[in-house]
């Protein structure tokens, strides 16, 4: 498959919310073209919202997000489907529909009323299976497949649309460590191979650290830190962002390091004191998140 | 069948599965279709007064029968449109309940659940007792008052959030209201009008006439076509609504196109026959079985057309007391049928 063109995405001063509560405020940031970017931070920090409002789910209330230089907005529908794509993080599987079907669904945005299936569809479908992996389980109803093995047709889907930017809301949510690990490292070689610039959100920090580029650490709204995995994943960060106390080591010196929450404290027992502090700790870091 | 699967190359394997993928449904819906033909020939050439399919061609050419002279006078004005009637309104209530159903992501969804239905009843009620309304006005307002409860659930269900089990609650809420002033209408009236209006609502094709035949046939010759047209929209809207507009659906337009179109099917077919109980809400499901699982309104609106000319093949033809309306033998056939269809939904939703 053609390699990506690189898109130049950018996000300034952009506020987003529903309603009138706003959840992400004033947030400027560049997403860095052929690369994995990571999106962490605790839950309610405005991930999930930013990632909606980059894919124009949601309009920002001020601010812009432009693809080349261009508000988002201005785009046609299918014009825009062509060159981002998204991953929601609980996509609907249609009733009955086979595994070739659904990937073919990923094709909506090159076809038209009269316009059909064409021979590029079926080669981008093809692709999309082969990649992940799925084309033996094209003629397999959706419904009877693993969590796993849905994840990467759903990926399949979102690579059969063949955009230049792909936009994935948690999408290891469910499995286990080993179908997170494939999966991310999937997403990882479709990158090297295509380019495709991609914007995940991510709860699992050390999976986040290995397959990111480029991580971007959010709280309340805003972006706490932003960098490579080594100047993000610090213990400090992690404390600063998450209330969370752990220590991070680089054991394999890979510039993917890996966080251990400390251990816990007993709550009774000899060190009650200790446990006491580390409570009342946490309560002020719960408030502070209001 | 894999071996052969795998000596493909991947491009010929997708087109292969795709081709596959369109056989069964075509296959089905054509097998839908020459059951209807044949459902059809049934209601009009046997039961009471059978007619050869010979004399029949004769009559439809202007002769008549030799010896039967009143063959000629019970097909043209009994069997034939109530055949053509029931066939129209059975394709437009198995449309209306596929789009609903497939729109909302719910068997429960059908115009017979979410008040459409009860809006038609309400108008056609209210015009007997107020105005003393018969055919054209009862359909008339029958339309009318359908769409202003559509709009009124639309209203009550609007508001951000996914639209579809909001729609079903306030429809269901609404259909209950519906009927509450029609049971209080119903009581306040002569004896004579509550039958009238308890015929019309139980639906009946014994009132087909060409007449009514003709708008009915205009009003569908005008609707379907949209509904058609926009399919691929529609069933793009079935991987939620998050993704479908990340693929470039306009999302909301899709949305109301098809939930004005579904009611305007149900609309237009209560307003001509009165709302007959179930068939919007089982042709659906069976369609979606019979095609293996998938939605298809094209089958869905073939086995709606079946069931009405059938079963009032049956009403008028094989009940002791003398010719029944047909929504009563489709009610009484539709319950048993709702029971297996929750059963079912149970069974999908455990496995």
Redesign the interface.
């Known amino acids: 498959m053609t390699a990506c063109t690189y898109r130049e995405l950018r996000i300034e001063h952009v506020d987003l919310g529903?309603?009138t509560r706003t959840i992400v405020k004033d947030l400027s940031l560049a997403i860095p073209a052929g690369k994995i970017t990571a999106i962490i931070g605790p839950n309610g920090c405005g991930k999930s919202t930013l990632l909606?409002g980059i894919?124009?789910?949601l309009k920002p209330s001020s601010g812009e997000i432009t693809l080349d230089g261009k508000n988002i907005h201005t785009f046609?529908?299918?014009?825009?489907?062509?060159m981002?794509?998204?991953?929601?993080q609980?996509?609907?599987?249609?009733?009955?529909?086979?595994v070739?079907?659904?990937v073919?669904?990923?094709r909506?945005?090159y076809?038209g009323?009269f316009k059909r299936?064409t021979?590029e569809d079926?080669?981008a479908?093809?692709?999309a299976?082969?990649a992940t992996n799925t084309?033996g389980l094209?003629?397999r109803?959706v419904?009877e497949l693993s969590g796993g093995q849905r994840q990467r047709v759903w990926i399949a889907m979102a690579l059969a649309?063949q955009t230049d930017i792909l936009l994935l809301d948690e999408p290891t949510t469910y499995l286990d460590l080993a179908h997170q690990v494939d999966l991310l490292d999937l997403l990882s070689d479709l990158n090297e191979e295509r380019g495709t610039t991609m914007v995940l959100v991510l709860h699992e920090l050390n999976l986040a650290a290995r397959v990111a580029h480029h991580l971007i650490a959010m709280k309340d709204g805003e972006i706490a830190c932003a960098g490579k995995a080594e100047s993000v994943m610090t213990s400090e960060n992690l404390h600063r962002v998450f209330g969370l106390k752990a220590s991070v080591h680089d054991p394999e010196k890979s510039g993917a390091p890996v966080v251990v929450p400390h251990a816990r404290v007993a709550r009774g027992g000899f060190s009650k004191a200790n446990a006491g502090q580390a409570m009342s700790e946490a309560d002020r870091e719960d408030n502070s998140n209001e | 069948m894999s071996q052969v699967?795998t000596e493909l190359?991947?491009?010929d394997?997708?087109?292969k599965?795709?081709a596959?993928?369109r056989r069964r449904p075509r296959l089905i819906i054509v097998g839908l279709a020459v059951t209807l033909v044949a459902v059809f020939l049934v209601r009009v050439l046997l039961g009471t007064y059978t007619v050869t399919f010979p004399d029949f061609i004769t009559i439809l050419q202007g002769g008549s029968i030799e010896g039967a002279r009143g063959a000629r006078y019970i097909v043209l004005s009994d069997k034939l449109p109530r055949a053509v009637l029931g066939t129209l309104t059975g394709l437009a209530f198995g449309c209306a309940g596929a789009i609903f159903q497939l729109l909302l992501?719910n068997p429960l969804a059908s115009p017979d659940i979410i008040g459409i239905s009860s809006g038609a009843s309400l108008g056609a009620v209210l015009g007997i007792v107020f105005w003393g309304s018969t055919g054209f006005e009862i359909s008339f307002l029958a339309v009318a008052f359908s769409l202003a409860l559509a709009i009124l659930i639309m209203v009550l269900a609007a508001g951000?959030g996914g639209v579809g089990n909001r729609f079903i609650l306030m429809g269901i809420g609404v259909a209950a209201l519906g009927n509450a002033v029609v049971n209080y209408l119903l009581t306040r009236i002569d004896i004579n009008s509550a039958q009238s209006a308890m015929v019309w609502m139980t639906g009946s094709l014994s009132v087909a006439n060409w007449e009514r035949i003709l708008i009915l046939l205009i009003a569908l010759c005008l609707i379907f076509p949209a509904v058609m047209?926009?399919q691929?929209q529609l069933?793009?809207l079935?991987?939620?609504e998050?993704?479908a507009?990340?693929?470039?659906?306009?999302v909301t337009i899709t949305r109301w196109l098809y939930i004005v179109l579904g009611v305007l099917l149900a609309a237009v077919a209560t307003a001509a026959s009165g709302p007959i109980a179930f068939v919007a809400f089982v042709s659906g499901p069976i369609a979606?079985r019979l095609?293996?699982?998938?939605?298809s309104l094209t089958a869905s609106a073939l086995v709606g057309a079946i069931i009405v000319v059938f079963a009032d093949f049956i009403a008028a033809n094989f009940v002791p007391s003398g010719a029944m309306p047909v929504g009563v033998l489709t009610g009484a056939f539709g319950a048993p049928i709702l029971i297996w269809l929750l059963v079912q939904s149970q069974k999908e939703g455990r496995?």
């Open positions: 529903y309603g909606r894919s124009r789910l046609p529908g299918k014009e825009f489907a062509r981002v794509g998204l991953l929601p609980s996509p609907i599987a249609p009733d009955g529909i086979t070739a079907d659904l073919s669904r990923g909506y945005p076809q009323v299936n021979a079926d080669e479908v093809a692709w299976l082969e084309m094209a003629e109803s419904s649309q | 699967a190359t991947p491009v394997r997708v087109a599965l795709r596959d993928g992501r951000h047209l926009f691929r069933h793009a079935a991987v939620g998050e993704l507009q990340s693929l470039g659906l306009n979606r095609i293996g699982g998938r939605h496995s």
